[in-house]
T-cell receptor, first 114, second 113 residues
Framework: NAGVTQTPKFRVLKTGQSMTLLCAQD?????MYWYRQDPGMGLRLIHY???????AKGEVPDGYNVSRLKKQNFLLGLESAAPSQTSVYFC?????????????FGSGTRLTVV | QKEVEQDPGPLSVPEGAIVSLNCTYS??????FMWYRQYSRKGPELLMY????GNKEDGRFTAQVDKSSKYISLFIRDSQPSDSATYLC?????????????FGTGTQLKVEL
């Protein structure tokens, strides 16, 4: 099925460890986004990309890095994980600035940092 | 103050009830207004969007926007247990750097038999 695929689905990290979350979309979308979702805080934008080779900071970028080497993939990296980064991470993509297209979200990655 | 405020609930209603979900926003520059539905352990999915003040209907769902009071509503008629989910309102500003959404925290809805 076409859509947004996130890997892994679950992960437990120790403080200070690093990891990369992978997002892949097969809809030829230009724009891709990484959000985190926390209780009482809603979805907050971490980083986003408006095309291959481009990235930009969102609302809560500190402690994260991203790369968009290929149009279909958007990687989110945690260099030195902290307990404050325990969250559910969602990747999303969109075709254009046309709001009617909406965002297509992945099913999320549940990350726990101990 | 958050740009988009939403009562987190939980809201519990009997099957067949009319549900009213609401959000307020602070930035008058917001141009588009959306409702997303998120089932447990899933990503959000777009339910409806509106641009101007007024109502937009899609089956049992009606989205309403009042720009003068910065108020967004979603009404669900004849609610079903399958409507049990978290509903997120979102607003959008289109910029040259790509469209970016601002989400409310979500209202958890449970429709009981």
């Amino acid at each position: 099925n076409a859509g947004v695929t996130q890997t892994p689905k679950f992960r437990v990290l120790k403080t200070g460890q690093s990891m990369t979350l992978l997002c892949a979309q097969d809809m030829n979308h230009e724009y891709m986004y990484w959000y985190r979702q926390d209780p009482g805080m809603g979805l907050r934008l971490i980083h986003y990309s408006v095309g291959e080779g481009t990235t930009a900071k969102g609302e809560v970028p500190d402690g994260y890095n991203v790369s968009r080497l290929k149009k279909q993939n958007f990687l989110l990296g945690l260099e030195s994980a902290a307990p404050s980064q325990t969250s559910v991470y969602f990747c999303a993509s969109s075709y254009s600035t046309s709001v009617g297209d909406g965002y297509t979200f992945g099913s999320g990655t549940r990350l726990t940092v101990v | 103050q958050k740009e988009v405020e939403q009562d987190p609930g939980p809201l519990s209603v009997p099957e067949g009830a009319i549900v009213s979900l609401n959000c307020t926003y602070s930035n008058s520059a917001f141009q588009y207004f959306m409702w997303y539905r998120q089932y447990s352990r899933k990503g959000p999915e777009l339910l409806m969007y509106t641009y101007s003040s007024g109502n937009k209907e899609d089956g049992r769902f009606t989205a309403q926007v009042d720009k003068s009071s910065k108020y967004i509503s979603l009404f669900i008629r004849d609610s079903q247990p399958s409507d049990s989910a978290t509903y997120l309102c979102a607003t959008e500003i289109l910029t040259g750097g790509g469209n970016k959404l601002t989400f409310g925290t979500g209202t958890q809805l449970k429709v009981e038999l």
